[in-house]
């Protein structure tokens, strides 16, 4: 039985045969994408995994660790075979910028004016430790952080600032425990407009993990021993000044700090805000 064949498109009008030309398509380089190169003077039959890639060459390793950089020209890759281009894989569209609070930064943002409202820290260092880590978030919500060198008198302090719905004041704490003067006197001065938190620890430094710092545990200061003095005495890191660069200036986000200071500030910032 004779059979008929189909020729159509097969020749052009001028008897040449037609060339089909197959699509060669585009492969994402993605890291562990095995691929081979033609055996051809540029890589004489290279077969390797994707180490590395951008916009101008791709980097390959053979299952003996060696590796080859070949250019990313068209069609230059076979993929199980294929022809192929490799391409730079897309990337995931970028997430939020976070803050070092860890909340998402406000970009093109001017400071806001200030606030009647206050955050009042007990000194310098924690007023260094609140803006490192939430500078970002106050200038946003407009408020400013103070230090009152020290708790004595607060209640006179408080009486002066005369709190009120406009002008609420925040007030972080060291070593909010039971039975503390601290306690007492955070107990003394709280009301509608006015609120106090603080965190367990001696000092503001001890809230930041020790590992940040390089150490396995803050040490123990004999109670009647300043407390800076004792640990740097302890660890040997000179005067108390010497520690506060090394504490302060390590600390870089949140995520640095121990859980109830953090929680301590972000209730504070959340009260004045309100």
């Not at 562990?32 to 951008?54: H, I, K, W, Y």
């Not at 939430?134 to 708790?151: A, I, K, S, T």
Request: glycine fraction near 10%; charge should be neutral; include cysteine.
């Amino acid at each position: 039985m004779t059979r008929s064949h189909d020729y159509r498109g097969v020749f052009g009008s001028d008897g040449s045969r037609t060339v089909v030309r197959r699509a060669v398509p585009d492969v994402p380089a993605e890291p562990g994408l095995v691929v081979e190169t033609p055996d051809t003077g540029m890589g004489a039959g290279f077969c390797g995994a994707v180490v590395s890639v951008n916009v101008r060459e791709v980097t390959l390793e053979d299952r003996h660790g060696r590796r080859r950089v070949f250019p990313l020209q068209p069609a230059a890759f076979l993929v199980e075979g294929v022809t192929s281009t490799l391409v730079v894989p897309r990337r995931a569209p970028a997430g939020p910028v976070r803050s070092a609070s860890g909340s998402v930064a406000v970009t093109n943002h001017r400071a806001r004016t200030a606030r009647a409202a206050r955050i009042w820290v007990e000194g310098i260092h924690d007023a260094a430790l609140v803006e490192t880590v939430w500078g970002h978030d106050l200038r946003v919500e407009g408020v400013v952080v103070e230090p009152m060198h020290g708790m004595d008198d607060l209640a006179a302090a408080v009486a002066d600032f005369a709190p009120g719905p406009q002008r609420r004041l925040g007030i972080l704490v060291d070593h909010l425990v039971t039975g503390s003067k601290e306690t007492r006197a955070a107990h003394a001065v709280a009301g509608p407009h006015v609120l106090v938190t603080g965190h367990p620890y001696v000092d503001v430094w001890e809230a930041v993990k020790p590992s940040v710092v390089g150490i396995r545990a803050w040490p123990r200061v004999p109670r009647g021993t300043d407390w800076k003095t004792g640990v740097c005495d302890a660890l040997r890191w000179g005067e108390p000044a010497d520690g506060a660069r090394r504490v302060l200036g390590s600390v870089r986000s949140f995520r640095d700090l121990e859980t109830p200071l953090i929680g301590a500030v972000e209730q504070l910032i959340d009260f004045v805000t309100t």
